[in-house]
């Protein structure tokens, strides 16, 4: 099980405690990517391994080697890492939060990132063999929504309306 986040308060990584001792359980790891500021405190929790930062270039087999993916945040103004799981064919579990049902739509499972309880159930029922197959395959679609060419498309669609709207003196 992986989560890909940096140490800061909003991306609610306490919330995985439950979760992972869980895991640990069942035999599965439950290890957190990313980085750290010394200003914003601690590593992952507990039962939690941290990995701590990596090269970009490691990402994608972290995320392809994963049997789930979990981003608990409390506020997301996007979810790039629930997108990068996707497109990798692993099954994502996000907080019904910030941007992330926006972004993750019917590929994901979703939990109440104030709930470790609620987490914790959302990431076994991602491991559920029929469950992982429907996230795989929904994922890679939903992924596949957001290549750069249509995302700059989309970008310049909205520069050109703000424009239109407005008058230049």
């Known amino acids: 099980m992986l989560t890909v986040a940096s140490r800061i308060p909003r991306k ?13 359980e069942r035999g599965i790891e439950l290890v957190a990517a990313g ?12 039962a939690v391994r941290d990995l701590g930062p990596v090269p970009d270039a490691h990402l994608p087999g ?17 979810g790039l890492t629930c997108l990068e799981a996707m ?4 099954p994502v579990v996000a907080a019904r939060a910030g941007a992330l049902p926006e972004t993750c ?8 990132p104030r ?25 890679l679609h939903r992924a596949a929504a957001f290549g750069w060419d249509r995302t700059a498309r989309g970008v310049d669609a909205v520069i050109d309306e703000v424009l239109r709207g407005h008058t230049l003196r």
């Open 62 to 78: 972290l995320y392809a080697g994963a049997r789930a993916f979990v981003l608990p945040s409390l506020y997301e103004g996007f």
């Open 87 to 90: 497109a990798s064919g692993t």
């Open 12 to 24: 609610n990584l306490a919330a995985l405690d439950l979760a992972a001792g869980r895991l640990a």
């Open 115 to 139: 709930d470790p309880t609620a987490i914790a159930a959302a990431i076994g029922r991602a491991l559920e063999s029929d469950t992982a197959v429907r996230l795989r395959a929904a994922g």
């Open 105 to 112: 739509a019917d590929a994901a499972l979703y939990a109440d």
């Open 35 to 46: 980085g750290r500021r010394p200003q914003f405190g601690a590593a992952a929790p507990g």
